[in-house]
């Protein structure tokens, strides 16, 4: 399964914007989005962490020490969950902040169509912001490609309308789930070993080595009969080869059957290279 990040917004001292209905505030309902996101994780292949910022030693420090424990989960990406606030109740609508590199950005767009899908709330559109920016520092401080999603305005009627009921919030779980599991699938590989084709080159040829080697038993056992059958074959060698011939059929038998596995085997990989080369093609992965 592919890693994934989830970085709850806001610590438990400052805790970010408030619904208006609920009264809950973004660090407190987004820590319970974030259970849900890793409960249903496993469903989309993907595995899980939550991360929590930790008060103390100012908002720089906070960002910088939780995305060092993001690194050290080595993810294929992170989300940082918040909702927005405005004074102005019409405010409404979602969006999604991306870093701007390729990766960023194709998780972004993404997450941002599915959560638009799953909300019916009005679509802000994926902002690319700088590292200074409000929130900027959460997409610059790790290693992996990071997105902040903003699904709706907790000071909006219709942005908690929308989030209100746990099919709600599950669904809105879902909707990130899913965009994310797409976005990540389509990434490059970080390793040319990960390359389907590379993998199934070497089955083929593992496959072959084996059949190889058999097909080799086989032969070296005709060998033995031919000397042990000549007349000009010395008693003593006679002697002490003669123990070896007890074995040569069944052995023959099993090494012929395993050569023929092998090869058919060894052709099951020749097809799933070919297809492979489209897999990797297609996803522009190398």
């Given at each position: 399964?592919?890693?994934?990040?989830?970085?709850?917004?806001?610590?438990?001292?400052?805790q970010g914007a408030i619904r208006i209905d609920t009264q809950e505030t973004e660090f407190v309902w987004n820590s319970r989005l974030a259970k849900l996101l890793k409960?249903?994780?496993?469903?989309?292949?993907?595995?899980?962490?939550?991360?929590?910022?930790?008060a103390g030693g100012g908002y720089a420090r906070e960002i910088a020490r939780v995305y060092d424990e993001v690194d050290r989960f080595k993810p294929e990406a992170s989300i940082e969950l918040h909702f927005?606030?405005?004074?102005?109740?019409?405010?409404?609508?979602?969006?999604?902040?991306?870093?701007?590199?390729?990766?960023?950005?194709?998780?972004?767009a993404a997450v941002q169509r599915e959560i638009v899908a799953s909300l019916g709330l009005r679509d802000r559109g994926v902002k690319t912001?700088?590292?200074?920016?409000?929130g900027g520092k959460s997409l610059y401080s790790g290693k992996a490609p990071a997105i902040l999603i903003e699904p709706f305005f907790g000071s909006s009627v219709r942005g908690t309308a929308a989030t209100d009921t746990d099919a709600e919030i599950k669904g809105l779980a879902l909707a990130v789930l899913s965009g994310a599991s797409e976005a990540i699938g389509a990434y490059p590989r970080k390793d040319i070993t990960e390359s389907r084709t590379l993998q199934a080159t070497a089955r083929q040829k593992t496959a072959i080595g084996g059949a190889v080697t058999a097909i080799g038993g086989v032969g070296f056992m005709q060998v033995i009969n031919s000397i042990l059958s000549s007349?000009?074959?010395?008693?003593?060698?006679?002697?002490?080869l003669q123990p070896l011939t007890s074995v040569f059929p069944e052995l023959s038998g099993i090494l012929s059957a395993v050569s023929a596995a092998l090869m058919i085997y060894s052709n099951m990989q020749a097809k799933n290279v070919d297809a492979a080369r489209i897999e990797d093609f297609g996803k522009e992965r190398r």
């Open positions: 399964m592919k890693k994934l990040a989830i970085v709850v917004g806001h610590n438990s001292v400052s409960a249903n994780g496993e469903a989309f292949g993907l595995d899980i962490k939550i991360f929590h910022r930790i927005n606030g405005s004074d102005n109740p019409s405010a409404s609508g979602s969006e999604v902040l991306s870093s701007g590199t390729a990766l960023s950005l194709r998780l972004a912001i700088g590292g200074k920016s409000r007349p000009s074959a010395s008693a003593e060698l006679v002697v002490a």
